[in-house]
């Protein structure tokens, strides 16, 4: 069966401060995607990123890098230099494509960057 | 682009009464999912639909909850009667569908909020 977990709850830091977000996964399918959505206060689900099991390259988007191995079953999140901006709770997905019709959500990330 | 609309934002009912949430998703996107999304935890699918087909509603508590996507455009999610332990943000997300069962990004509206009394 599919899971997503992210085991870090909450997360404070400082702003400029660089921070890494966790996501671990369990799939039994070869071929799979991963996702990672920001929620703000505003509470909308916001895209950030989808990766497929086949490409394992590291991803860089302005201050954004996100860290795929499927060796450990991570896709794990960083956010270089953080602002204020950057406060809110952070998901990762998963579906699989054989296997699964459907996104399956970790917890979250509560991320508070503090000015 | 016009992105995932929803309203009402809020709502605040009493236990045992009825309420209808509405969602129009992204134009062109076949596929409409429902979600509930408690606090302190990730969105669960309610329901998934593909135009106006039903393509997965197991997680859907069919004995109060209802939805339908008549034109399979815009949906409405209906909960007759509410129950305390419904209070959570109703989310509504849609995605292309480009065929052959792929898996492509859901992009979400801004949720509708139920506090149930």
């Known amino acids: 069966a599919q899971k997503v977990t992210q085991a870090q709850t909450e997360i404070s830091v400082v702003e400029k401060e660089d921070v890494t977000l966790d996501c671990v996964y369990e799939?039994?399918?070869?071929?799979?995607?991963l996702f990672w959505y920001k929620q703000p206060p505003s509470g909308e689900l916001v895209f950030l990123i989808r990766?497929?099991?086949?490409?394992?390259q590291n991803e860089i988007s302005g201050r954004y890098s996100w860290n795929f191995q499927k060796s450990t079953s991570s896709f794990n999140f960083t956010i270089t230099a953080s602002q204020v901006v950057d406060s809110a709770v952070y998901f990762c997905a998963l579906i699989e494509d054989n296997y699964g019709q459907n996104f399956v959500f970790g917890p979250g990330t509560r991320l508070s960057v503090l000015p | 682009e016009a992105g995932v609309a929803q309203s009402p934002r809020y709502k605040i009912i009493e236990k045992r009464q009825s309420v209808a949430f509405w969602c129009n998703p992204i134009?062109?996107?076949?596929?409409l999912y429902w979600y509930q999304q408690i606090l302190g935890q990730g969105p669960k699918l309610l329901i998934q639909?593909?135009?106006?087909?039903?393509?997965?509603d197991s997680q859907l508590p069919k004995d109060r909850f209802s939805a339908e996507r008549l034109k399979g455009v815009d949906s409405t999610l209906k909960i007759q009667p509410a129950k305390l332990e419904d209070s959570a943000v109703y989310l509504c997300a849609s995605s292309l569908d480009l065929g052959g069962g792929s898996k492509e990004t859901q992009y979400f509206g801004p949720g509708t909020r139920l506090l149930v009394l």
């Open positions: 990766r497929n099991s086949f490409d394992e």
């Open positions: 639909f593909q135009n106006n087909g039903v393509v997965d």
């Open positions: 134009s062109g996107h076949a596929t």
């Open positions: 799939t039994r399918d070869t071929t799979y995607y």
